[in-house]
């Protein structure tokens, strides 16, 4: 079982970028032609499963994975949940890949459950076992209990985790940048220090030198985001916050190290929605697969000096 | 659309107790012979659905209300999300109250589809309005934007949310002990002061003076938990950590109110597993229905006195 962060760093390294893309699908947005009956939830979650078919065909040739966020097919209960396994087995056809997007946090024993559901080949003989992730993000607020059944199967399957240390929302700061009062250390920081440390054990490491055990890390200043590196050797970093939300491939460039290795960088709504700009219109008319594609290749581009 | 403090005040008045009992089904513990075919996600889900309908039975003539957590469902992917909705209309048509227990966080515009897909009676002709359940329960560390559209949706459908302040499992100390380096206040009385202050406005709060934000709060010890109550005079506290996890009735009283209301008490393992209890079984033989039973009736009692 090769491991995780071996194969995030070979899959880029394959594409020459580092560029992920998020799927994030709100039905209001996807193309007229999809949404036309989607007025049951069984109905809301197929139109948009064959759309995000239509963006997986088109990224493919281009990015090394994708990142495939829960809430947004939750939103059609079973029927969504349904599509959400399958397309992650579809993504995986495609040679991409996936990360589930799913922020859980709760106690060891929910943990426990939780880590089943998302990061291990279940028992079941009607469960695609390429309907699992690569790996997941989550929340570890809720200390190393909450987090330690997703590494160990993350370890046993050659999969890995992406623990919330920087959020790319600004509101998130409220919480994130709150160090007692009179504190020096913030939250962020601490946080950040945990998930090196849990994911610090040697047989938790790949060959590359980073862990299974991963961040996300939003870019803010450029200092406390290389800051954040260097106190994190061993840990990856999946970056959110790039295109829609704001950030260039400057400001995502202290998340990476030196050689070029140790981040993956997403952008969702700029690639998935690029049929909305006017630019875009313009160029590939009402094709809304061909604006996809050429907005994924052009993500790929502007950050694939990231890695060199 | 009446206020979801006010109901469930009525409801824990109208049982004389404020007992919740949590359903945490996991499939090795349920009496063999239910789990005898479940080798298929379907056939899991169907046998977990099926307990949890004898559970919601048993415990319906005894407490107000029950937390179903969603973790126990998602391991059986479609098949288990399809049974956790169906258990939260069977409890309501029982006239229980239902928290889903979804601890979910994140930023803003994925918060939206979460509170979408779990707090929110969607427009999809093919799922049942009473699948929703009353309120659901949150993690609150990516700040307001995280929890807000939550909060919208509680107030709009008359339904409640509880953040994430103490919770139950000593391994969160790790991060909820954190005040910085030097710092005064940790983590945890900070979050219950952004609770207090994201609930308090005034159309968020019932007759009864709390609001429909509410908190997590495990006890601790006596003083910082009475501590917390002061501090969240409007919050409504759902206590976790009883029973199984260690907590006594005496141990939850911090977390009340002088006049008895303000807030509930979860107990999960210890209710649903009562069957695996020899003294229970020497009662009882194998009549695992009449030890859930009896286990809620027990725990009902123990906590009455708290709402006195």
């Given at each position: ?27 209001e ?9 989607a007025?049951t939830?069984?109905?809301a ?20 994975g ?34 589930g ?21 279940p ?50 700061d ?110 590939y ?24």
């Amino acid at each position: 079982m090769e491991h995780f962060a071996d194969r995030l760093t070979a899959a880029v390294a394959a594409r020459a970028t580092p560029a992920i893309v998020g799927l994030d699908p709100v039905l209001e947005r996807l193309p007229a032609e999809l949404r036309r009956h989607a007025n049951t939830a069984s109905a809301a979650a197929e139109a948009t499963e064959e759309f995000c078919r239509v963006v997986l065909d088109a990224v493919a040739p281009v990015v090394p994975g994708v990142k495939i966020n829960s809430a947004f097919f939750e939103v059609f209960h079973q029927a969504g949940i349904a599509a959400y396994y399958r397309l992650i087995a579809y993504a995986h056809s495609l040679g991409l890949l996936v990360i589930g997007d799913i922020k859980r946090g709760d106690i060891g024993s929910t943990a426990r459950l939780y880590a089943a559901a998302h990061l291990v080949e279940p028992p079941f003989s009607d469960v695609d076992p390429a309907s699992i992730p690569d790996a997941v993000t989550l929340a570890g607020y809720l200390g190393e209990s909450a987090v330690r059944p997703f590494i160990e199967a993350a370890k046993a399957g050659g999969r890995g985790v992406f623990i919330l240390v920087r959020p790319s929302d600004p509101g998130a700061d409220e919480v994130h940048e709150f160090a007692g009062f009179g504190g020096s250390v913030r939250l962020y920081e601490m946080m950040g220090r945990l998930v090196e440390r849990w994911g610090r054990r040697s047989d938790l490491i790949g060959h590359c030198g980073l862990s299974c055990v991963g961040a996300v890390v939003a870019p803010k200043d450029l200092t406390s985001t290389a800051t954040l590196r260097v106190q994190l050797p061993r840990t990856p970093f999946l970056v959110p916050g790039y295109g829609a939300q704001g950030a260039s491939a400057a400001e995502c460039r202290p998340c990476f190290r030196r050689d070029g290795t140790g981040a993956v960088v997403n952008a969702s709504r700029s690639v998935i929605y690029a049929y909305e700009h006017p630019e875009m219109v313009q160029q590939y008319g009402a094709d809304w697969r061909a604006c996809i594609a050429a907005a994924a290749r052009a993500f790929a581009a502007d950050v694939a000096p990231l890695i060199q």
